[in-house]
């Protein structure tokens, strides 16, 4: 199985991939797990900081905005904000299709970043779920570890 | 809505007036600049206006002895992939509809033609005597099954003086690793990408149906050309390299983040027939002044590149992604512009976390058919401030050059859509 067959069944089993995927997630009114008190989400945030400056940041911008018609935006959108398995399997396996945000076309192939630990990829996937204006939930060492188990070896 | 003047109708034999003194001196400077130069910031004497605003991915453009131009949209806008501007009598234009029902990057009109191209093919349409399309819905299909992939789609393309036609076809992938952008993957020996991409393709202007098996790949070893033109005074393309990506992202123990925002330049080059340029098993360093073999073929930031490659014939600041290249020949602008190069830097993206750069048109001198003296940002602010060029959130990114028959420059924006005209207004 490809890792393209891999996301697509990913998508479909989650039953948002094409239909969601059009536009961004209005923001939550509430958003519960971000309370700033939360001292393991805390320290998340901040080593996941560190990973994305390291590798994320080129293509998706300090301002987590990407590039127009290259790389795209991670603002409020639901494969950020939408089912944490999706999203960390575009992390591991990469993602090699054209996505539509907002009736924009975004080109670039993702690579995979699979030679991150799953501590790195649950600590900047926790922090990209919760910077540039997105609240969501944070994404456990085991979410990983999971999705990871999946990948071909 | 302004209510309907009487005052108008006066207006209108003015204007008539004015255009026929136009036609009989093409270089008399009437149009009149907006009155904040359309907010780009330029040499003292320029002015600048914003001659339409066409809500489209305005790519390149061609603008006809006529006047008329011609704008290429890289995405279909109300089922147009090319719309008519037809000039006004203030120096402006409107848009008087559009045809071609594909997307992409390249126009250019010559000796009554216009051209363009998809991401895939290269189609002509024949000008009347107003520089109209005669039969808008049938273009001529001269090249088709251009490689694209999804990144570098772009056929940008130019016409010499011999009646043959010159289309990039960017190479699909960064450094032909292989794992595409991918930390510390290999190049692939001997880039099976080049075949049918990384260079500049040569056809017949006026022969239909071709393809890479009836044309000559002309100059290898170009990762990616937008921004293209043939010099009127050597008889020789030149072309503007999109530079690699990535060098800190993907090979972090040999290049920091600051090294992989400054390195490598954005190249001119010179091409003649059978000339490599050497991507993706170089990259041209601008403090050293050298050609360094890349880190996916063993280099290490430190090691020459070996080979019969060529030199750029000039270089400019890294990631700047210059999108167009015009030679001006026009007579409207002071004598050092003439035969010099005009450079649209639509703008960077792959300096982060670094500040952003570009977004601004550079004006390179040249003599004989050389560069010559340093290059100069010639007009500026199309991004709208210095924290939106820093941010990389601009609001205008320059692609496309033209030259109008008065020798106006044109720019477009492939952002917002706005096309500008550039006028030299002060006494020469």
Same mark, same amino acid.
């Given at each position: 199985?490809? /890792? ?9 089993? /989650? ?139 | ?13 003015? @204007?008539?007036?004015? @255009?026929?003194? #136009? ?18 910031? @330029? ?17 390149? #453009? ?22 008519? @501007? ?268 670094? %500040? ?41 990114? %320059? ?30």
């Amino acid at each position: 199985m490809t /890792s393209k067959h891999l996301v697509l069944a990913l998508g479909l089993a /989650s039953g948002v991939f094409s239909l969601q995927a059009q536009q961004r997630l209005a923001p939550k009114a509430k958003a519960k797990p971000t309370d700033k008190a939360d001292p393991a989400l805390q320290a998340a945030m901040t080593r996941g900081a560190v990973v994305y400056k390291n590798v994320c940041i080129t293509c998706h911008q300090a301002d987590g905005g990407g590039v127009p018609n290259m790389n795209p935006p991670l603002i409020k959108t639901t494969y950020v904000l939408g089912d944490k398995a999706r999203l960390a399997h575009i992390v591991l396996a990469g993602l090699a299709e054209p996505i539509e945000i907002d009736g924009d076309e975004y080109k670039q192939h993702m690579p995979a970043q699979a030679y991150l630990t799953d501590q790195q990829v649950a600590d900047v996937l926790t922090y990209v779920r919760n910077s540039f204006g997105n609240k969501a939930s944070a994404v456990q060492v085991a979410e990983v570890k999971a999705v990871r188990a999946t990948l071909p070896k | 809505m302004p209510s309907f003047s009487p005052r108008y109708l006066l207006a209108v034999p003015a @204007l008539a007036g004015s @255009l026929a003194l #136009l036609a009989s001196h093409p270089t008399t400077p009437t149009v009149a600049p907006d009155p904040d130069n359309a907010g780009l910031k @330029l040499p003292a004497g320029f002015g600048a206006l914003k001659v339409a605003e066409t809500g489209g991915k305005a790519r390149h #453009l061609a603008v006809t002895p006529q006047g008329i131009i011609y704008v290429k949209l890289n995405r279909v806008k109300d089922g147009k992939g090319i719309l008519k @501007l037809q000039p006004q009598a203030n120096g402006k234009a409107t848009v008087a509809g559009g045809f071609g029902d594909y997307g992409g990057t390249g126009m250019y009109e010559k000796n009554g033609y216009l051209y363009a191209s998809s991401d895939h093919a290269v189609y002509r349409y024949k000008l009347d005597a107003k520089g109209d399309v005669v039969d808008p819905a049938k273009p001529e299909l001269l090249v088709r099954g251009l490689k694209v992939g999804s990144q570098h789609e772009s056929k940008s393309i130019v016409l010499d003086n011999a009646d043959n036609l010159y289309v990039n076809v960017g190479a699909y992938a960064n450094a032909c690793q292989e794992q595409d952008r991918t930390r510390g993957s290999k190049g692939i020996p001997n880039c099976p990408i080049l075949d049918s991409a990384g260079g500049i393709w040569q056809f017949k202007a006026s022969q239909a149906n071709q393809t890479y098996k009836t044309g000559t790949r002309y100059a290898t070893g170009l990762r990616n050309v937008v921004g293209l033109d043939w010099n009127p005074q050597d008889n020789q393309l030149f072309v503007m390299q999109h530079g690699r990506d990535q060098l800190h992202d993907n090979w972090p123990a040999l290049y920091t983040d600051q090294q992989s925002a400054q390195l490598p330049a954005e190249c001119m080059y010179a091409v003649k027939q059978g000339d490599n340029a050497g991507w993706p098993y170089l990259y041209y360093d601008p403090q050293q002044k050298k050609k360094m073999l890349g880190p996916e073929y063993g280099g290490d930031g430190k090691k020459e590149a070996t080979g019969n490659y060529i030199d750029p014939a000039a270089a400019y600041p890294a990631h700047m992604a210059p999108n167009g290249l015009l030679f001006y020949t026009g007579t409207m602008f002071p004598a050092k512009y003439r035969n010099g190069a005009f450079i649209a830097f639509h703008g960077s993206w792959n300096r982060a976390p670094e %500040p952003q750069a570009g977004y601004y048109v550079v004006f390179q001198p040249f003599k004989d058919g050389k560069p010559s003296g340093q290059w100069e940002v010639f007009a500026d602010n199309f991004s709208g401030s210095a924290a939106k060029t820093a941010s990389g959130r601009a609001d205008h990114r %320059p692609c496309g050059l033209a030259q109008g028959p008065d020798g106006s420059l044109y720019v477009s924006d492939d952002s917002k859509g706005t096309i500008y005209r550039i006028v030299y207004n002060a006494k020469k």
